[in-house]
């Protein structure tokens, strides 16, 4: 691997947690008209659609055993993933859920090697950088709030950080193919539509056009399917072939220290002491895990 890919892997990483960081704000001003499972589906339908514009046809080299990967891709990291997480808020607090979600750096670690038999070696670091990294999350996720469990919403969580891990074990895979990122991403979110499929009667699915024509509605819907969908999910499929599945997942540490920042910038919240101490601890998680890569 050279320092010229490692490079653009950490920067393409670093752009899309910082993306998708930014998604909950836009995803909370949504529900105030939509339902999760109507956001869910509308953002993916956009980005699937400005994808094949990009990258039209059928994926090369596909065999039986691919396109078996490929709808596992989708299923997990598009269907049932937003799913649980999207259901496991309604059970438990956001706080817990952001917890649990932040481990799936470890649950991928465990899940590429138990189930993909991966040769990455965690090592020592990385279960220190894991345990600094996590007291930090906590630290700012239960800044302010009692510390609740909610054993549905919080097996559900777990359950939706297991699914990501095998997203992107799959992803991995499929990095192998030489196929373009772009093409992946794009055939990835048609196998995820079409499971989504069954649960938007289920859920309860309205295209309804004049929730969708207001600005502040439209504007949102358009960041979430262009930028955190379309754009992100393809430079994440980059920075796990470039840095590989464990690796790239790391930055995931970094999801509640931008939901800090952007808090403070935006919305004007204090940064209190406790958010600053478990920004700091999470990103020394992040370096010593990181470093245990080279």
Request: proline content about 3%; charged content about 10%.
């Amino acid at each position: 691997m050279t320092m010229k890919k490692t490079a653009v892997g950490h920067a393409v990483a670093l752009f899309t947690i910082i993306v998708w960081g930014i998604t909950f704000v836009c995803t909370k001003v949504l529900l105030v008209d939509f339902s999760p499972v109507e956001i869910l589906f509308l953002r993916f339908v956009m980005a699937f659609c400005v994808l094949y514009a990009l990258s039209p046809g059928k994926l090369p080299g596909m065999t039986a055993r691919r396109r078996l990967i490929v709808a596992g891709a989708g299923l997990t990291g598009i269907c049932l993933y937003y799913l649980l997480e999207n259901i496991a808020l309604g059970h438990t607090l956001a706080s817990n859920v952001a917890v649990i979600l932040a481990a799936a750096p470890l649950f991928t670690a465990l899940v590429a090697r138990v189930v993909f038999r991966s040769r990455e070696r965690l090592g020592l670091r990385f279960a220190l950088g894991f345990l600094v990294a996590m007291t930090g999350i906590c630290l700012i996720s239960f800044n302010g709030s009692r510390l609740s469990l909610n054993p549905l919403g919080d097996v559900l969580a777990v359950t939706a950080g297991l699914v990501w891990a095998f997203y992107a074990c799959l992803t991995s895979v499929m990095g192998h193919w030489g196929c373009s990122s772009l093409q992946i991403t794009r055939v990835t979110f048609g196998w995820g539509l079409l499971f989504m499929l069954p649960f938007l009667s289920f859920f309860g699915f309205d295209l309804d056009a004049a929730r969708l024509l207001k600005p502040v509605n439209l504007v949102n819907l358009l960041f979430l399917g262009l930028v955190a969908s379309a754009l992100c999910f393809t430079t994440w499929n980059m920075a796990v072939r470039a840095l590989g599945t464990v690796r790239a997942s790391l930055y995931i540490y970094l999801v509640p220290v931008i939901t800090v920042i952007v808090s403070v910038i935006v919305l004007d919240e204090p940064l209190t002491l406790l958010s600053a101490l478990g920004t700091v601890l999470t990103l020394a998680g992040l370096f010593l895990s990181q470093s245990s890569r080279r």
